[in-house]
């Protein structure tokens, strides 16, 4: 059975950090690539970034270049998504998902989705 676990997410005010966790399990973990999307209340889904499975490329939506930086520890089956200077319009519920291509941003491209965990981020 595969599993995706978000964490990490919580209250931040804006300029501050969080890091949060997605953490895989069921499949095997370097032969997939991992995204992450975030969906704020009202809105649709949205692309963040996403890692190839060794590694090696990254890729991100242009607003997020510069604050976001995705990296995975393959020893841990964990991919990460560090967020820098948070405003309070990244307040949203993020999520972590599996897809066996690297570099697709549409979110029906994703096989494995985790639950979510949620960043709200104060003014």
């Known amino acids: 059975q595969v599993q995706l676990v978000e964490s990490g997410g919580g209250l931040v005010q804006a300029g501050g950090s969080l890091t949060l966790s997605c953490a895989v399990s069921g499949l095997t973990f370097r032969r997939y690539a991992v995204g992450w999307f975030r969906q704020a209340p009202g809105k649709e889904r949205e692309f963040v970034a996403v890692i190839s499975g060794s590694g090696g490329s990254t890729y991100y939506a242009d607003s997020k270049k510069g604050r976001f930086t995705i990296s995975r520890d393959n020893t841990k089956n964990t991919v990460y998504l560090r967020m820098n200077s948070l405003k309070p319009e990244d307040t949203a519920a993020y999520y972590c998902?599996?897809?066996?291509?690297?570099?697709?941003?549409?979110?029906?491209?994703?096989?494995?989705w985790g639950q979510g965990t949620q960043v709200t981020v104060s003014s």
């Open positions: 998902a599996a897809d066996s291509f690297y570099g697709r941003v549409r979110e029906s491209d994703y096989n494995y």
